[in-house]
């Protein structure tokens, strides 16, 4: 019941939003400018990966990671796969080939080829993303970090490498996984990460069934993610106190060793809801303990979740009618309030319903139709949900979503009377 994480390229949003004209640290980040000159083509072996995608179950993180890895990829162009031609070397590694700037010497921020790239990705960020100020402030924290500890390798001074594995918590659809694809990017611009790649994994893909099992797909998995970022989703499942045969706790070990060994080429990013993963680290004190940063993900407010669709409809070139904005306002009061409301993971799929209506009642009108019928989104269109039912009161049937794909006569509003098409050839 998923829709794919990041499927429009960052270029094709339209501005909005706050620049990022200054972070958190007092530390001024130049506003996003012109984009800099490309730097040269990665070395070999460390350029942008292809898109790959493992034998998966049709769940939702699966459709999360095909989406997560064929995203990357695309971002990563030859020019922006390098910050400053280090193309895969760490922070540290980076300077240590650079001429070393005399102690009085001065640095210009706002000629800073890093400086400039960070500011880009932090204004992309501020663009694509509505709402999530915690989120955007941590992120900005942290490039600022890696930044300044770039620069001071500049000067010779001592940079070691901060622990980069990550935390993300908050509820289905708040953007974790759009943002680990974004941080793999951030990491691989900064010459943190050799490829940025972003892996996104469930326990499954991790845990075998038998004896001798786990290890390899655990490595395999691994392999994979080097270079890059590994999401690991719904984290918390690896660890089942319940059963002390369980293979997870095989696969946590060998992440821990990995995390550890591999800090340089790998950051680990574990998701999933708070409480769950409070547990998980009480019981898992050497994960907890490699985490370097813990991100909360806020749940949308109404306000947010309209800009959310508003963006995703004018990406797709799709319009909303006045009267229909209002009905989709409300139509969204209401679906916060219904089960397995995933934020704007909900908002993508009230869209594809929409659009499922308005193509139903174009082809029903049998009539002439221009652009702007083709566009346009009505009233009618979003009171056509399901959501309007009072029925819905109570919970759907098991199996039953509010927001997932329909599945023979439409969950999210009548059958249609008789099938359109048909009639149009009849
Ligand atoms: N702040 C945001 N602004 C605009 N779109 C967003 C935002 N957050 C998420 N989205 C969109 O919502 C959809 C779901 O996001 P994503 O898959 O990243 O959520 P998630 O937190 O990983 O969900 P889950 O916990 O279910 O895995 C994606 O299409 C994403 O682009
Ligand atoms: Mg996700």
Not at 266 to 271: N, T
Not at 370 to 393: E, H, P
Request: hydrophobic share 40%.
């Amino acid at each position: 019941m998923s829709t794919p994480a990041s499927s429009t390229p960052a270029s094709s949003t339209p501005a909005s939003s706050t620049p990022a004209s200054s972070g958190p640290t007092g530390f001024a980040m130049p506003r996003p400018g012109p984009a800099p000159a490309p730097a040269p083509a990665p070395a070999p072996g460390h350029g942008p990966a292809a898109a790959r995608t493992g034998g998966a179950t049709a769940d939702r993180a699966t459709a999360d990671r095909a989406t997560a890895e064929r995203a990357t990829p695309e971002r990563a162009t030859p020019e922006r796969a390098t910050a400053d031609g280090a193309g895969g070397k760490t922070g540290t590694e980076a300077s240590e080939h650079d001429a070393l700037l005399a102690p009085g010497a001065i640095l210009e921020l706002a000629d800073d080829r890093q400086a400039r790239l960070i500011a880009r990705i932090l204004g992309d960020l501020d663009r694509e993303f509505i709402g999530l100020a915690p989120v955007k402030d941590r992120v900005r924290e942290i490039g600022a970090l890696l930044l300044v500890d770039r620069l001071r390798g500049r000067y010779g001074l001592s940079s070691s490498r901060p622990s980069l594995h990550m935390c993300f918590t908050g509820s289905p659809g708040t953007g974790k996984t759009t943002l680990a694809a974004r941080m793999g990017e951030l990491l691989r611009e900064l010459g943190y990460l050799r490829r940025g790649q972003l892996v996104s994994v469930t326990r499954d893909d991790l845990v075998g069934q038998y004896v001798g099992h786990t290890a390899p797909k655990t490595k395999e998995v691994l392999k994979r993610a080097m270079g890059g970022v590994l999401l690991i989703d719904e984290a918390y499942y690896l660890y089942r106190p319940d059963n002390e045969r369980d293979y997870g706790q095989e696969a946590i070990e060998i992440l821990l060793q990995f995390m550890e060994a591999h800090r340089d080429d790998l950051v680990v990013i574990l998701a999933g809801y708070r409480s769950r993963m409070d547990v998980f680290f009480q019981s898992n004190p050497g994960m907890a303990s490699r985490i370097g940063h813990h991100i909360e993900f806020p749940d949308f407010s109404l306000d947010e979740l309209m800009q959310i669709a508003e963006l995703m409809l004018e990406r797709e070139e799709y319009l909303l009618a006045p009267a229909a904005r209002d009905a989709f306002r409300e139509y969204i009061g209401l679906r916060m309030r219904q089960p397995r409301f995933a934020n704007a993971r909900s908002m993508r799929n009230a869209i594809d319903r929409l659009r499922l209506r308005q193509a139903r009642r174009i082809v029903a009108s049998g009539g002439p139709i221009g652009r702007d019928d083709l566009m346009q989104l009505t009233v009618a269109d979003v009171r056509g949900s399901r959501v309007f039912d009072d029925t819905l009161a109570t919970p759907p049937p098991a199996g039953h979503s509010l927001d997932g794909p329909p599945a023979g006569h439409s969950l999210d509003g009548p059958p249609p009377a008789g099938d359109p098409l048909t009639a149009l050839a009849g």
